[in-house]
């Protein structure tokens, strides 16, 4: 193995999202990572293209979050938040909710962006139950839509091999058309021009069922696992509109989009558009320590704190919610974000990833690139009857020739670390153009 790993035995861990017998095959392993890159055992140097998995928005190793990670293990390190409190917990609220858009002020502590999806429907179902609507029970997702591996996640999900293999999910579902439209929107920079009216979809599912069974609608405001699917323009207005029309819960799934991805705290902030509920985790802590969490409206809170049937007013959390190791992680995060200045360092950065990303217009196999904040997705046309197999292959060369990206069916995505320097994004697309031009 040439990273030098050869004694390991790979055979007792069953990889996630993984072709595993291929993989151990054929293993790539890191070993240390710093800043903007990882390295392998024998000392190579990847590029971090993809901030690990569109989470460590800070880069590698920042000491400062190690530091107090390190230092809250010494101190206290479990303390649980039923009926029990340590003010770190208290502390990384009001600094969430500090970021998060006015009114979406609440927030509710899980380990990961699934636990956040799971716990946001959840939410949106007591939320109307509690004010006597218990007939609003219906959620809306929308395919291509990525929301974690729960059971709640892959029901509004729209991932038919995340989807297939499980059963009949959860009952009472429907889905948005997904907004992917390359014939009208190829090569656009930023928000698509074509495709607002796709939301109006919600108004036919709302014709067929009825608003009063309706409890939520969640969507990505930039689907990112599916392979980079900008809003277009007006479309997330529209949504919100008809959400508020019909009193349905709206929730933005920003797991990815959250914490500076798109030069903004959030994605809600960035678009102008704000939802009832917003889902987090991954950049939330850096991806240091697993933390995830949800904003909810005051709206929702407090009218669901009022109208509780019982004192616990919500009967939902895990062991692990705002765990103290999380909590000292994550404001440690918080804290380097807005030292470093590093939203409006990706705000700044985006016009010159944008036309280094679209550089590749022209390049072999490209149909199509787009871009927000600091990602980018650059479509392939699929290799005729192996679909999958050509971004593959660049993923592969890509991580042997020192970059790392990611690859979802033939669309290859980058998410760099927001620290990312101008050199380090000509860098990874040179070699990408060199990929491209050589795969076949
Ligand atoms: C939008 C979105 N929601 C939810 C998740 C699930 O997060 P996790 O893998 O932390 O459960 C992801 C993960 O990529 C995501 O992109």
Redesign the pocket.
């Known amino acids: 193995m040439a990273d030098g790993n050869a004694t390991i035995d790979m055979d007792a861990f069953w990889m996630p999202f993984t072709p595993n017998r291929r993989f151990k095959a054929q293993p790539r392993l890191v070993a240390r990572a710093e800043g903007m890159y990882y390295y392998t055992g024998d000392g190579r140097k990847i590029l971090d293209g993809t901030s690990g998995?569109?989470c460590v928005n800070a880069g590698h190793g920042r000491k400062k979050i190690v530091e107090a990670i390190q230092k809250q293990a010494a101190e206290m390190d479990y303390a649980p938040s039923f009926n029990l409190g340590h003010p770190l917990s208290f502390e990384i609220a009001t600094r969430v909710a500090e970021l998060t858009p006015p009114g979406l002020d609440r927030i509710f502590f899980t380990n990961?962006?699934?636990?956040?999806?799971d716990t946001a429907l959840k939410i949106a179902l007591a939320y109307h139950r509690a004010k006597g609507n218990g007939a609003k029970t219906r959620l809306i997702g929308r395919e291509r839509g990525?929301?974690?591996?729960g059971f709640g996640?892959i029901s509004v999900g729209g991932i038919v091999k995340n989807r297939m293999h499980f059963g009949t999910l959860l009952t009472g579902v429907d889905h948005l058309p997904h907004t992917h439209d390359i014939e009208r929107n190829a090569f656009t920079k930023g928000q698509p021009e074509h495709g607002a009216e796709l939301a109006d979809a919600l108004e036919r599912i709302i014709g067929l069922h009825d608003a009063s069974t309706i409890a939520a609608v969640i969507v990505?405001p930039m689907a990112?696992?599916t392979g980079v699917l900008v809003p277009p323009k007006g479309y997330l207005e529209r949504l919100r509109a008809i959400c508020e029309k019909h009193e349905i819960v709206l929730i933005f799934?920003?797991?990815?989009t959250g914490f500076g991805r798109v030069g903004k705290a959030f994605a809600a902030e960035y678009f102008g558009v704000t939802p009832d509920i917003i889902?987090m985790?991954?950049g939330l802590s850096n991806a240091s320590v697993?933390m995830?969490a949800v904003a909810v409206s005051r709206k929702i809170h407090d009218s669901m704190m009022e109208n509780a049937d019982s004192p616990i007013e919500l009967f939902h959390g895990y062991t692990y919610s705002a765990h103290p190791l999380a909590c000292a992680a994550a404001l440690a995060t918080l804290d380097i974000y807005r030292d470093e200045g590093l939203f409006e360092r990706a705000a700044q950065m985006a016009p010159y990833w944008e036309e280094a990303v679209h550089s590749l217009k022209g390049a072999r196999h490209v149909i199509d690139i787009r871009n927000i904040g600091l990602v980018a997705g650059i479509e392939l046309e699929p290799r005729p009857g192996a679909p999958t197999q050509r971004a593959l292959e660049v993923f592969e060369r890509s991580f042997d020739r020192g970059l790392m990206v990611r690859v979802t069916g033939d669309i290859i995505a980058m998410s760099p670390p927001l620290i990312i320097e101008k050199a380090e994004i000509d860098q990874a697309v040179e070699l990408l153009g060199q990929i491209l031009a050589e795969v076949d």
């Open positions: 998995l569109w990961s962006g699934s636990e956040s999806v990525y929301h974690g591996v996640g990505e990112g696992s799934d920003e797991v990815i889902t985790a991954k697993p995830g």
